[in-house]
């Protein structure tokens, strides 16, 4: 026991309590030091705290509508020309070719729709 004592003893004497509170200073100033460096480090980089994911969505829907209206709006090249028309007058169908029976139908249907009528 007594070596231990002597042995506290010697290691006491280098020692004092201003050194000691000294030293615990240090130590704690460079905990936060470390400290405030890895909250540096773990923050992300390129976005804030303030990036909203719906404006971006919104942003992008924007974008995409922008790019599908210019789509449709390219569609194809007009036609610098248009058609020609014919000059000539159409061929109309002789009377004699129209079937007699389609005519009286038409004509007794228009009797029948004149006497509803008065």
């Known amino acids: 026991m007594s070596d231990a004592a ?30 405030q460096i890895s909250d540096a480090i773990s923050k992300p980089v390129g976005f804030g705290d303030d990036v909203d994911e719906d404006e971006l969505l919104a942003e992008l829907e924007e974008m995409e509508q922008e790019d599908l209206d210019k789509e449709l709006l390219n ?5 610098p020309e248009l058609p020609n028309i014919p000059s000539s007058r159409l061929p109309s169908v002789p009377a004699s070719k129209v079937p007699s029976a389609s005519l009286d139908e038409e004509d007794e249907e228009m009797k029948q729709l004149a006497a509803w009528v008065s």
């Open 75 to 79: 569609v194809g090249e007009a036609s």
């Open 6 to 35: 002597r042995a506290m003893k010697e290691a006491h004497q280098h020692m004092d309590i201003d050194k000691v509170d000294d030293l615990m200073s240090e130590i704690t100033e460079q905990q936060d030091i470390a400290q």
